[in-house]
């Protein structure tokens, strides 16, 4: 089994729809948990981190269910240029991450 | 261009090559990693470095690969006696390591080096 777990996709929205995106983790003792972002060809970059209580930056708002060991990402409001590969990502606090396969975004006119 | 640089963006080689990579770290940054990439897949963890100490490597590391970070600077990867299955994106990053708190540091990415073994 995958240490981070993501579907794969592709999700295909149209312009303006609200997304959802999770992700399961194996272990338990996961402490900083992320959501980056990877354009085709490109390097991954931060999104946003994600904690207990929720957080919420602009139209994307991550959670976190310690008890499930579930993160989610929302993208509200989605826009073309929101099209990329988002990647859940884990840490044991060593600051070794582990990604998720990702799930691909393609946002449309 | 103060971000994190490698060198060469693209490698082919061919298989039995021996291939090296070099990282040029965000020049604050004393954690230096190194992650490989393959097709629909997510980066996965190598090996790191805090200065010039390597901290940590994965089982994925096989005894054909190895790092170095000699001056706690830049860092390099070698791969000998390639195979086709080498083929993928080797991704440095680098972070100021963990903060007094203990909180994440982020890392930041470079652009990648793309190889190919024919």
């Known amino acids: 089994r995958k240490e981070v777990e993501q579907d794969p996709g592709p999700f295909n929205v149209p312009e303006g729809a609200t997304v959802a995106f999770n992700c399961t983790y194996s272990?338990?003792?996961?402490?900083?948990f992320f959501w980056y972002r990877q354009d085709c060809r490109k390097e991954p970059k931060l999104l946003m981190s994600?904690?207990?209580s929720g957080n919420e930056d602009g139209r994307f708002t991550a959670q976190l269910n310690r008890a499930s060991q579930y993160i989610s990402l929302l993208i509200r409001d989605s826009k073309l240029s929101d099209s990329a590969t988002y990647l859940c990502?884990?840490?044991?606090?060593?600051?070794?991450?582990?990604f998720g396969t990702g799930t691909q975004l393609k946002v449309e006119l | 261009d103060t971000g994190v640089s490698q060198d060469p963006r693209h490698k082919i080689t061919k298989r039995g090559q021996n291939v090296t990579f070099r990282c040029d770290p965000i020049?604050?940054?004393?954690?230096l990693y190194w992650y490989r990439q393959t097709l629909g897949q997510g980066p996965e963890f190598l090996t790191y470095?805090?200065?010039?100490?390597?901290?940590?490597k994965s089982r994925l590391l096989s005894d054909r690969f190895s790092a170095e970070r000699p001056k706690g600077s830049f860092s390099t990867l070698e791969i000998q006696r390639t195979e086709q299955g080498d083929s993928a994106m080797y991704l440095c990053?680098?972070?100021?390591?963990?903060?007094?708190?203990?909180?994440?540091?982020?890392?930041?990415f470079g652009p990648g080096t793309r190889l190919t073994v024919l």
């Open positions: 272990n338990s003792a996961s402490q900083s």
């Open positions: 990053a680098s972070s100021s390591g963990t903060s007094r708190t203990g909180s994440y540091n982020e890392q930041f």
């Open positions: 470095f805090q200065n010039e100490a390597q901290l940590e």
């Open positions: 990502v884990v840490t044991g606090g060593g600051n070794k991450l582990t």
């Open positions: 994600v904690y207990s």
């Open positions: 020049s604050e940054h004393n954690r």
